[in-house]
């Protein structure tokens, strides 16, 4: 299934997109706060945002150019500000924004989708965005995927970028696609945003529910500390400039597409996981034996955002007592004689017992990922069965450090 | 509403109840560990437990006999083994304690409910135990109350016990409680139990429905952390002693009873947030203007649990972002547009907005809240309204501090 190979360029491996990353002084610290992607052609775009009754106006914004099923261009990132909890004046910038862009651009408006990430509560700083638009239009051409990347990072440590590329009737398909994670910063919270673009042609209804199924296998299943943001948004779009015959029903092209969006959020969602506030490992939850693939997954998640857990990792405990602790709180029936957890290589319980394990060994174990490869050997590996059902399921998260109750209680002193 | 008063005495204050704290053995600090309840004539019992898939023994035990409506006698309650996870061994454990202390005292095994915390993965010491009973049966008396409070500490800061009392039918009622905390310990896991006495008569069924419902605005909105344990039980006792007419539909009496049953239940649930581990305040979050009193808890205990509201108490910083986040993510609808939060006297945000406030004097509001006196001015007040309905609901909940991540992480090395 995975034939597929890594891509440089990240949102701009994809035939016929552009993007571009620059400083327009949004951000006190002058780093770079403004980005575009762009594709020369129209493309067709889906979206998943924040499920949370706060939301932003660029949010709102997209769900309707989305719902309406307009044909988009492209799509502007700001960081500094939020625009959350910022009201109609707030409404009106996002108007503003894709007005600005469009005539700047000499597209339509309605071919613009928004995102926004930074303090909430404060509006975007207007002149500077506006004024920035001309040299970010500039800017962007097919190499300015990494620099996008790097613009849209709030505090995050690592800008988070990947592409992939495969083989569908003969030619080359590619998905790009970038991510900002839950770096928490002044004075708020994490928002989670990631842009995906694909050369394939594919009709809108099927590239939407492949993206839903691909977030509820990836992003869906990351958790840092299970608060959500104002702002979280996921958008995907694709222009078949890569010239396959057009995906438009279930069949093998369309699994193959599928497979590969879904390792590109799965990589995008990770890297946001690995750099969760004072993270100093990934930790991949993989749960089997349940009925469905619906129950795995949420026995992984819950698993995974367990802070009991989590600190454990931290203080590298191989305790299977809160991994079956947290399994068992997660609202999915099984019968605990079947639980079985494992560590790395060390069967920590079975049968719902614990086991005689080498503890300095485990400890050892969550020790060596701490100080392991990004996202490589950095990945502490738990697997937990339930039973003989044939559900499978994987979350991911981090470990909860002293860094993380540093970095979110202390800036403001 | 509020016609009653304290008493001292803890579960030993009701008629006709003795208590009994010892150390057995069990745990290896030498502190006391063993405690028994229990009633000098027939009580009901109500209880409410785990809803954990992985159960200590004493859990299903406490099921079985109460499912059964087995009059109870008498409650053994040991700390040092949490007894989960221990297979039939455990749950034979479990029926070997019962049938040792209904031969020490002559009662009916059927009459005596159990319950364990400690160590998971761990069986009782179980030839301790049963040589500590003739010793623990020896030293119940009606003042016993504080003790076996203090026996059922694991990790707790303080004991935790209450008594009040009211009249119904021109006579003296009584109800007790002590409960233990979320103190997690080596190397596991909080667990939470409560113990209730009564000496009103009162049918089983009406008394169990009482306690749902008080649970339901105590223990179940109160978070530390968002797990929960193996071993969580509430067990509740009335045995009838006040001598007043037997309560056994709705009515006044009823009604006196249950406002009564809800304050202990919700002093021991405030008691145990606030000494969560590395707790520095309890928090208070009161949330109005849902349709349902259902929706105002959930949105009230989403915010108690927030790692990231918690994280900005502790930093002492007025953060309504997190707060609106928060709310937002409860799963329960609302108009953004209609959210108004207020922290002590401080209003922070209204019609969805942030105001202008003395950010100086919020936080300052929050460093007097960490200096306070023990459940009086140690409570950080936090009133959320998100639109007009008449559903109110609050929930209860502690900072975030270093400490909670030290505790967690750092025993095994």
Chains 1, 2 share one sequence.
């Not at 719902?67 to 502007?76: D, E, G, M, Q, S």
């Not at 209804?205 to 509820?216: E, I, K």
Request: glycine content about 10%.
């Amino acid at each position: 299934m995975a034939d597929w190979h890594i891509v440089p360029g990240g949102v701009t491996a994809p035939k016929g997109f552009r993007a571009a990353g620059i400083t327009a002084g949004l951000k006190a610290s002058g780093l770079p706060d403004l980005a575009l992607i762009y594709s020369e052609t129209e493309a067709i775009g889906a979206g998943v945002f924040t499920t949370s009754q706060v939301k932003a106006a660029c949010v709102e914004y997209c769900r309707q150019k989305l719902a309406a099923k307009h044909n988009i261009r492209a799509v502007l990132i700001n960081s500094g500000q939020a625009n959350a909890a910022t009201g109609e004046a707030g409404w009106q910038d996002a108007v503003a924004c894709a007005t600005a862009l469009a005539n700047q651009m000499q597209i339509s408006a309605d071919a613009i989708l928004l995102a926004s990430t930074g303090v909430i509560g404060k509006r975007i700083v207007m002149d500077k965005l506006i004024a920035g638009l001309p040299k970010l239009v500039e800017a962007a051409n097919d190499e300015g995927g990494d620099l996008a990347a790097r613009s849209i990072m709030t505090t995050d440590l690592v800008s988070k970028s990947i592409a992939l590329q495969t083989t569908i009737d003969g030619r080359p398909v590619r998905i790009g696609g970038m991510a900002k994670g839950s770096g928490m910063i002044q004075p708020n919270m994490a928002t989670m945003l990631a842009f995906i673009t694909c050369d394939a042609a594919v009709s809108t209804n099927l590239w939407q529910q492949m993206l839903v199924r691909a977030v509820d296998k990836s992003f869906n299943q990351v958790t840092v500390d299970c608060d959500t943001s104002t702002n979280d948004s996921l958008i995907a779009l694709a222009n078949g400039q890569s010239r396959t015959q057009a995906i438009i029903e279930a069949g093998e092209s369309a699994d193959q597409l599928e497979a590969m969006l879904t390792e590109v959020c799965q990589y995008l969602a990770k890297a946001v996981a690995r750099d969760g506030e004072g993270a100093t490992c990934l930790v991949e939850i993989q749960v089997s034996g349940t009925h469905t693939d619906v129950e795995a997954r949420k026995i992984a998640l819950t698993v995974a955002g367990s802070p009991l857990v989590k600190s454990a990792i931290f203080g590298r405990d191989p305790n299977w007592g809160r991994l079956a602790m947290a399994a068992g709180r997660a609202q999915v029936a099984f019968d605990q004689n079947e639980l079985r957890i494992q560590m790395g290589d060390f069967l920590l319980m079975e049968h719902g017992q614990p086991l005689e394990f080498d503890r300095a060994a485990a400890s050892n174990y969550l020790k060596t990922a701490a100080a392991g490869e990004y996202l490589q050997t950095d990945t502490v590996l738990i697997k937990i069965g339930v039973g003989q059902g044939r559900g499978i399921g994987t979350a991911w998260g981090c470990d909860l450090s002293y860094d993380y109750v540093k970095i979110n209680a202390e800036y403001t002193t």
